[in-house]
């Protein structure tokens, strides 16, 4: 199993108040396994789990050149990828690395369409990468897409673009009430869990939570932590579900504040779950 440092998470905290770069700190507190974001697009991260046996899996390879530059650097070879869901960003770069490595697994969704999937995998399946020395479960999130699924496993989430930090996806397939049911799931996973989204969107996704709890006095500190390591081009990833807690609105619908906040925005009170999830997904929609 993968072994953390004792005070890893609080290693992340002290990192991310610091301005630390976590593309290296996250490798320093794990002494198996390195977990590092390789930028893709405008605002994409590719997750590369490498361990000290020079052999690698990646989660959401949406391009292929930024993944085989930091494999020829780093003297890796790529055993297998692990895709959340079909969005091109995702799996844009799948073909080529089947092609660089045609004995690869290629893990993804089973209701999903996804480029040389060879083993698809649903709800409680069990991914084994024994290289890695790391098990993780699949957990189905439908909504941002219906086949998502994110993928968990030693306080490791790796959730494409169901949770983000401070924020959650887009609804382009699914239904509010399913998007609702896939982060309550997530949300119920362990506190000091490390979540591995897709997208660079933490400081923007701040700004909108500060809109929604102007008051929030864990939002404004976060805020400025996030805008600090921003600054600098740093990565504000992983976030650690304990966190979220208190400053991701998508995870605080029932507190007061969020309610109250809706209500004034809206001019109408607001009680079903549901309802408020949907109702803050569509002003975050037009939030900018």
Not at 71 to 100: M, P
Not at 107 to 121: D, F, R, T
Not at 250 to 269: A, C, H, M, T, W
């Amino acid at each position: 199993m993968v072994r953390f440092c004792k005070n890893s998470l609080v290693l992340v905290r002290i990192a991310l108040a610091c301005q630390l770069d976590l593309t290296h700190f996250i490798c320093s507190i794990n002494r198996m396994l390195d977990i590092i974001p390789i930028s893709a697009f405008k605002d994409n991260y590719i997750w590369l789990l490498a361990s000290d046996n020079y052999q690698c899996a990646i989660v959401d390879p949406g391009d292929a050149a930024p993944v085989l530059e930091v494999l020829r650097q780093r003297n890796l070879t790529l055993r297998s990828i692990l895709i959340t869901h079909h969005h091109h960003d995702h799996v844009g770069g799948v073909d080529k690395l089947y092609k660089e490595f045609p004995d690869i697994s290629i893990y993804g969704p089973a209701h999903e369409s996804i480029p040389n999937l060879n083993h698809p995998v649903k709800e409680n399946d069990t991914v084994e990468l024994d290289f890695l020395a790391l098990r993780l479960r699949v957990i189905e999130i439908p909504g941002h897409t219906l086949g998502h699924i994110a993928y968990y496993g030693n306080h490791l989430l790796f959730c494409g673009d169901t949770l983000f930090s401070a924020g959650c996806g887009k609804i382009f397939e699914g239904t509010p009430a399913q998007m609702f049911a896939s982060l309550t799931k997530l949300a119920n996973l362990p506190d000091a869990t490390l979540i591995y989204c897709a997208h660079e969107y933490t400081q923007n996704n701040l700004r909108f939570a500060q809109t929604v709890e102007p008051n929030n006095s864990n939002i404004k500190k976060r805020l400025q932590e996030v805008t600090a390591l921003r600054e600098k081009n740093l990565p504000t990833l992983p976030s650690i579900l304990s966190g979220e807690k208190l400053t991701n609105p998508f995870l605080r619908g029932e507190i007061d504040s969020v309610i109250n906040s809706l209500s004034l925005q809206y001019g109408k009170p607001f009680t079903d779950p549901i309802d408020i999830f949907k109702t803050l997904r569509a002003w975050k929609d037009t939030f900018s």
